[in-house]
């Protein structure tokens, strides 16, 4: 299993910029999905995560202004964030827990991708 990470890159503060992360490979269905993000020296924090359901969960810092969603079909999550801060600025990296078979589960992360907010 893979998660492909895309969409990072440099925007101007006040900007909005779409993540989006592709699951691949033996795949029996996937329960959570979601973002997190880390700053150089500190500890990877949650963003926001959505279950199967449709159920999300986001982080106080980022309420209002990400939104996360996914396409079951395309096993793929998106983040798209909007009205962007300096203090938006991390690596972000896509998160899954996947079943590969009805007994084994196991959480997957993406390669993570550069999002930087500057003028």
């Known amino acids: 299993v893979q998660l492909q990470a895309s969409g990072g890159g440099l925007v101007q503060p006040g900007g909005s910029l779409r993540l989006s992360c592709a699951a691949s490979?033996?795949?029996?269905?996937?329960?959570?999905m979601g973002w997190y993000r880390q700053a150089p020296g500190k500890q990877r924090e949650l963003v926001a995560s959505?279950?199967?359901?449709?159920?999300?969960t986001y982080a106080d810092s980022v309420k209002g202004r990400f939104t996360i969603s996914r396409d079951n079909a395309k096993n793929t999550v998106y983040l798209q964030m909007s009205s962007l801060k300096s203090e938006d600025t991390d690596v972000y990296y896509c998160?899954?827990?996947?079943?590969?078979?009805?007994?084994?589960?196991?959480?997957?992360w993406g390669q993570g991708t550069l999002v930087t907010v500057s003028s």
């Open positions: 998160n899954a827990f996947i079943r590969t078979t009805s007994l084994s589960a196991t959480d997957y």
């Open positions: 490979g033996s795949i029996f269905i996937i329960n959570r």
């Open positions: 959505i279950t199967s359901g449709g159920g999300t």
